[in-house]
T-cell receptor, first 114, second 114 residues
Framework: KAGVTQTPRYLIKTRGQQVTLSCSPI?????VSWYQQTPGQGLQFLFE???????NKGNFPGRFSGRQFSNSRSEMNVSTLELGDSALYLC?????????????FGPGTRLTVT | DQQVKQNSPSLSVQEGRISILNCDYT??????FLWYKKYPAEGPTFLIS?????DKNEDGRFTVFLNKSAKHLSLHIVPSQPGDSAVYFC?????????????FGKGTKLTVNP
């Protein structure tokens, strides 16, 4: 079974631009969560989608948004990029909404904002 | 407000010895704790978990201990191997808004020297 895939793997953007990241969960998984990883803050929860609905949201500004499609693939969008948005963005999928051990992470998208 | 704290950013041990990674938390509503391991350029992978109703869980070379009164958990790796060199994240689960969320620590980089 293929793992969680994220595209693109690397991205360079300039301040003020917007960016869209994509995540394809493991086949059959309906829950997708997004995390931001930075050296200073570790992994921080962004939001979780289940059955095309956002079920939970972390403490990030409204510039960060996402959506999930009927095939469970998910996209994350960041508008008006700031230098501080430079981070590794990870998505994780799970079969159910239980975010315990059943959560599988993708390799991440490394976003650099210049 | 860092609810899950890994106070040691790095740890270095000799091959064959014990590695002890520590994690402290502040929120008594956490009901499940997990450890993830992350290699460079890969997403975190689940390692071991423990329910808040237990005080110990063992899986091969890995043992997690939970001290609820101290709000402290630790991961023991015995014996340590060079392949264990990675960043280890402690995470805690909390139920919020009808769904679950994982709160991660900032990670501890373990280096096992041959």
């Amino acid at each position: 079974k293929a793992g969680v895939t994220q595209t693109p793997r690397y991205l360079i953007k300039t301040r003020g631009q917007q960016v869209t990241l994509s995540c394809s969960p493991i086949s059959g998984h309906r829950s997708v969560s997004w995390y931001q990883q930075t050296p200073g803050q570790g992994l921080q929860f962004l939001f979780e989608y289940f059955s095309e609905t956002q079920r939970n949201k972390g403490n990030f500004p409204g510039r960060f948004s996402g959506r999930q499609f009927s095939n469970s693939r998910s996209e994350m969008n960041v508008s008006t990029l700031e230098l501080g948005d430079s981070a590794l963005y990870l998505c994780a999928s799970s079969l159910s909404r239980t975010v315990a051990y059943e959560q599988y992470f993708g390799p991440g998208t490394r976003l650099t904002v210049t | 407000d860092q609810q899950v704290k890994q106070n040691s950013p790095s740890l270095s041990v000799q091959e064959g010895r014990i590695s002890i990674l520590n994690c402290d938390y502040t929120n008594s509503m956490f009901d499940y704790f997990l450890w993830y391991k992350k290699y460079p350029a890969e997403g975190p992978t689940f390692l071991i978990s423990i329910s808040s109703i237990k005080d110990k869980n063992e899986d091969g070379r890995f043992t997690v201990f939970l001290n609820k009164s101290a709000k402290h958990l630790s991961l023991h790796i015995v014996p340590s191997q060079p392949g264990d060199s990675a960043v280890y994240f402690c995470a805690a689960r909390i139920h919020q808004g009808g769904s679950e969320k994982l709160v991660f620590g900032k990670g501890t980089k373990l280096t096992v020297n041959p």
